[in-house]
T-cell receptor, first 113, second 114 residues
Framework: GESVGLHLPTLSVQEGDNSIINCAYSNSASDYFIWYKQESGKGPQFIIDIRSNMDKRQGQRVTVLLNKTVKHLSLQIAATQPGDSAVYFCAENMPTGFQKLVFGTGTRLLVSP | GAGVSQSPRYKVAKRGQDVALRCDPI?????LFWYQQALGQGPEFLTY????????KSGLPSDRFFAERPEGSVSTLKIQRTQQEDSAVYLC????????????FGDGTRLSIL
């Protein structure tokens, strides 16, 4: 399939390592944040979300951290697997009255067996 | 399946032709969104529907782009007099409520204008 993100920042890890993907968001008034995973030829797949009244949320093997002071999000993936290889996007919900998402640049995660 | 379905998956058109892209959202989802994704970039917002009402079309690049959702379910994005810069992946997403709910995406339509 076609490649998603030919010149994206890339994080290369070994299988079993923990991965941390970082994202800076733009609007201090954004109230909701989502991490998506996108594989080649596919649409973005929801991973985890967090509201602005929280600073940490955990899912299965994933944790999202929110630092509103510096407008920073991170996605931690525990025990990374080859199937985690993809492009990861953070998205912020702009305060428009409905969910208008603005996506970050994206980070390519490469997991070696 | 129960996800967002888009058709066609691939569309090739000659410059100047009109195209129509279809989105079937998840059943019962109130909100529907269209995004444009250029190669190597994140998706960019085009337009938003709440049921059949188009509440925001601020992201549509020009008046050649038109979207509709007449019965509050299926949506169509139409591009008239296509140009080469319209080549991109067009993604549709839906969510259950108006805000603070994750948007679920289809796999997109890859549009190539020759």
């Amino acid at each position: 399939g076609e490649s998603v993100g030919l010149h994206l920042p890339t994080l290369s890890v070994q299988e079993g390592d923990n991965s941390i993907i970082n994202c800076a968001y733009s609007n201090s008034a954004s109230d909701y944040f989502i991490w998506y995973k996108q594989e080649s030829g596919k649409g973005p797949q929801f991973i985890i979300d967090i509201r602005s009244n929280m600073d940490k949320r955990q899912g299965q093997r994933v944790t999202v951290l929110l630092n509103k002071t510096v407008k920073h999000l991170s996605l931690q993936i525990a025990a990374t697997q080859p199937g985690d290889s993809a492009v990861y996007f953070c998205a912020e919900n702009m305060p428009t009255g409905f969910q208008k998402l603005v996506f970050g640049t994206g980070t390519r995660l490469l997991v070696s067996p | 399946g129960a996800g967002v379905s888009q058709s066609p998956r691939y569309k090739v058109a000659k410059r100047g032709q009109d195209v129509a892209l279809r989105c079937d959202p998840i059943s019962g989802h109130v909100s529907l969104f269209w995004y444009q994704q250029a190669l190597g970039q994140g998706p960019e917002f085009l337009t938003y529907f709440q049921n059949e009402a188009q509440l925001d079309k601020s992201g549509l690049p020009s008046d050649r782009f038109f979207a509709e959702r007449p019965e509050g379910s299926v949506s169509t994005l139409k591009i008239q007099r296509t140009q080469q810069e319209d080549s991109a992946v067009y993604l549709c997403a839906s969510s259950l409520q108006v805000s603070n709910q994750p948007q679920h995406f289809g796999d997109g339509t890859r549009l190539s204008i020759l």
